[in-house]
């Protein structure tokens, strides 16, 4: 007998009642449910208690939610920040820098080189997966992406 799966889950698909499937931010552990009788959208994260479900415990059911929260990810028309902009002239192309914000969140700073700017910002927004993963763990709801020339800016935010 499987044992139940407490945790932050990331709902990765979902049909309207047929079935859902959750992957556990912290193991990367897929968690495909039976029915998806919680109505859970693709890109909200679960805090809660998975089940197996009878009679052959290979699909599961949601048994408890803690909390329940959308994240959306978006690009903004807006530059980086000052301190964005610095942090990336201080390293070097292909660098990463993850800085925490005042109160929550985190901000990730990537230098590139200034012909890729746009496919860079291209492949963040493409990742969704990664990027909800990411801010799950943060527990936060929101995932701006924000450029300019040679540099990139994903900044993870509450509401």
Known sequence: MTDEKTGTFLVTA????????????????????ADNAAAVTVGEAIEGTLEPEPPLEVAWRLSDVTER???????????????ARELAADQSVGEL??????????????????GETDAAVADVLDDTESVRSRAARL??????????????SVRYLPS
């Open 69 to 83: 929260w959308a994240i959306s990810v978006e690009e903004s028309d807006e530059s980086p920040t000052t301190l």
């Open 14 to 33: 979902a049909d309207d009642d047929d079935s859902a499937v959750l992957t556990d931010i912290d193991s990367g552990q897929v968690h495909t449910l």
């Open 97 to 114: 820098t993850r800085r925490e914000r005042a109160g929550t969140g985190e901000v990730h700073v990537l230098t590139v080189p200034e």
């Open 139 to 152: 527990g936060v709801d929101r995932v701006v992406v924000r450029s300019a020339p040679g540099v990139v």
